[in-house]
């Protein structure tokens, strides 16, 4: 019997440098890359989502749809995927159905080609609008689980979301592990389910963060479970709050039952690009390298990080051990959200005020409207009493309907806003870029035409400072060293050492 | 049924620091982890071998039996576990018999349990002495298989010399992974024709580097085959050219067949005393953290940095391509040796060697003993035509016997010399240092007294580095600096550059 075929979506261009590198690639470091990648014969190569659309803009002065275009150009003959936030788009809330329609629309007319949709507290119904837009592209709708581990969430509750998604049109299902939590056993548990559910036929990707160390044993099992798709990041950009190595995920396969069709020759091009121009970006890097502290407190780096800079800007720096113990009892109150983006940094500032001003003594209003359903539906049941306070402190009512359906039409309105603005060039892609990001646009609009401002450090700089570094070192006085000093005219050989 | 229990082997003491900060920890940065080693259920505690003791007292003043006593009286529960280079013990010449013996006998005196007894081409002839010596002790003999992939090497050949070490009275059998080098399948076939052929209670340690970035996946495999024992090292001393992370494996087993009795509160306390301690070192960091070209290549990272400077000497840098292509052909005609040490550098610098002068114009004296049978017997065949060579250039014959039993008594010798150094204490353990490291052993005597003298920077110098970063590297005093010195009760005003 031949090998089983696992097909694999890059990263580096998308997740890898958002996870790595803090989103701040720019498109001209991506795209002598291309070729190879396009030729490697990946199964698709993910290259947009939210963070980078948010970068281009706030960052490097780059038009989102310009780089998409430019990958469309450059990899033809490719799978592009995205990753799309269900009804929120790439923003931060949720928009009317038409601007969705729009958005998919439009990004399948610049080239996408696989729209990976989730939301953060796996309600389908806020991922229900997307797929329909994205199956009337006739372009690949994924629907996607959001991995977390909580009282409430099991392995049959997962088969049974999957399904949902199947119902709803999806044409594969996204195993999505943000946090590195997924664990070999209940990958293995939920794929078997999933594909002995509802047919050995289901395509099932998965997506696994490094964090923890261990989900290339993830990956593993997933495969032996039936995963038919798996996501990794070229060596050079993988590892740490990051993703697997491609590389090292082809050659495990050796001799199995499994294998990919990369072409190793391609990997290595697409390796010494990256590790040629990740040093430029030296000052975005992450630190982490391995962390399994989440399984035990549940909450990823990032969201520690925004809680211990929310915490010190109030002179609350020591309280952080009283909020790590805070977060589990307001995810529980707030039905057990996954934490991801948005939920996550609801939650965590939800957990900082709990600290700082006494337990729901003062909500957010987006922890209010999480609450109040105003998110979609959790998974686990919204402590009744905690919603009562957001009733009572927000005079909203509580919601159990999709949430989109409360919004009124808002394209016309967005177009004749975006038109008012500077710079703006009449087209539907600016007017999607506004709705998503409407104070980051505008300035954007305005210095577009400058053209696009890279962030990166360049290899001139690089090398100077690695030049003042190894001077630096010696003259900073390791070990022993000899100086010329001159004193009162005359010059003296001294050695020195530290006392 | 209960999942069956993997014993863990912690490296951080040894092989971690050995892999990635160059061998250079002090004991002093290690003894505060004693206490939680010692109690957190590993099955051994790896913490001496051949870099250690050398770097100890080339590097560090450090006596390497005053290390060992100080870890065996801090973890008086553990089983203290080296890594011994057969009849080379922990040098790079072969010992005749009573040096072997005496050495063993030191060693499980001053407290070591498990000895891991390896030879780098595999012959069990070189390794018969240091584990019947072991035996006597009373203490636990490890035989060890040198992981390499070569044209001659098969699993069945594996499982083969496994059955040479049970015989030869090996406790249990390490598989040694130093190129992580072993892929999950090969893997699982080669411990499964162990278990399946000498019983499923042989006991079975694997020891995997983390270099390729597949080899958790290998540890996974290797227990799914039976294996009983993995080496891993606590996460902020793991990955790169360094080993799997502790927590990360743990973590992994979690609904499986297979647990570890590891004690996750108290690994959390050695990942942070190490996470404190590392930067301390920074100088010493090795920057690889995925490689998987030695799958291609067959060369180990430090081999390659090793021709490549031995190149560069010669004025001849740009001839690292010719050089990377000899290699396999040199290792061939050598009978395809594991590289790992002293043969990877023997290898090594004979394909420089072909290169520079001509193919086997020039041999070294280590490169004509290899294929003379001086370092034992190579599993495939030595190209007989390469041999003759090496015959008419040294005047040597070849040998077939055991390389050990051409040696005489050395031992009174290496008495008699030893007690004329300046500095020896006139313990055997000085002689044995003395007949392990000949000229650094006779310099670190003269300065024993002195005591340590650790090679890592301070918290203050960090902390200072730090403030001096941040201030600006324009500010870092490159270049010439004016000082104010006092001096005798006066103050000068001193210029320095460097000479």
Same sequence: chains 1, 2.
Wanted: glycine share 8%; charged share 25%.
């Amino acid at each position: 019997m031949s090998p089983r075929k696992i097909g694999v979506t890059e990263l580096a261009l998308r997740d890898a440098h958002q996870s790595l590198l803090a989103t701040r690639m720019a498109t001209e470091d991506m795209v002598d890359a291309c070729d190879d990648l396009d030729k490697a014969g990946y199964w698709s190569v993910e290259c947009w989502g939210g963070a980078t659309y948010d970068a281009c803009i706030r960052f490097l002065n780059e038009d989102p749809w310009v780089r998409l275009r430019t990958f469309r150009e450059l990899m033809p003959n490719s799978r592009l995927q995205m990753l799309l936030r269900g009804q929120n788009l790439l923003g931060y809330r949720h928009y009317e159905d038409m601007v969705v329609e729009k958005f998919v629309e439009k990004s399948a007319e610049n080239g996408m080609d696989v729209f990976r949709v989730f939301d953060a507290v796996n309600d389908p119904r806020n991922m229900a609008k997307a797929m329909q837009a994205v199956a009337k592209t006739g372009k690949h709708a994924q629907g996607t689980i959001c991995y977390t581990i909580s009282p409430v969430h099991t392995v049959e509750g997962y088969v049974k979301l999957a399904g949902q998604l199947l119902d709803m049109g999806a044409q594969s299902i996204a195993l999505k592990d943000m946090a590195a939590l997924l664990k070999p056993q209940p990958a293995y548990d939920i794929i078997r389910g999933i594909k002995e559910t509802y047919g050995e036929d289901t395509q099932i990707n998965v997506h696994c963060h490094s964090t923890t160390g261990v989900t290339l044993v993830t990956l593993q099992k997933a495969i032996e479970a039936g995963a038919d798709v798996v996501d990794t990041a070229i060596s050079s950009m993988s590892l740490g709050p990051g993703h697997n190595p491609t590389e090292s995920f082809v050659e495990m396969l050796d001799g199995t039952d499994f294998t990919t069709d990369l072409d190793m020759s391609r990997l290595i091009k697409i390796r010494d690009h990256f590790a040629k121009i990740r040093p430029k970006y030296e000052d975005f890097e992450s630190s982490v390298l391995v962390d399994t502290d989440i399984f035990a407190s549940q909450i990823p780096g990032g969201m520690l990080s925004n809680m211990e800079s929310q915490l010190r800007a109030q002179g609350a720096g020591d309280k952080i051990k009283e909020v790590m113990a805070e977060v589990p009892l307001v995810k529980a109150d707030a039905g057990h959200p996954p934490l991801v983006t948005p939920t996550s940094q609801i939650v965590g500032t939800q957990a900082v005020f709990n600290v700082l001003f006494g337990r729901y003594k003062k909500l957010t209003a987006e922890f209010a409207d999480l609450v109040l359903g105003y998110y979609g539906h959790t998974l686990g049941e919204v402590n009744p009493e905690v919603a009562k306070i957001a009733e009572e402190q927000t005079k909203k009512e509580p919601i159990t309907c999709r949430p989109a359906d409360l919004l009124k039409p808002e394209w016309d309105e967005l177009v004749r806003k975006t038109k008012e603005l500077e710079g703006n060039d009449g087209t539907d892609e600016d007017v999607l870029t506004y709705a998503q990001f409407p104070a980051v646009a505008t300035d954007f609009f305005k210095h577009r035409a400058e053209g696009p401002h890279s962030v990166a450090k360049s290899f001139a700089e690089l090398a100077a400072e690695k030049e003042a570094k190894a001077k630096g070192a010696t003259a900073a006085g390791i070990g022993t060293v000899t100086y010329n000093v001159s004193l009162g005219g005359r010059t003296h050989t001294v050695k020195v050492e530290r006392a």
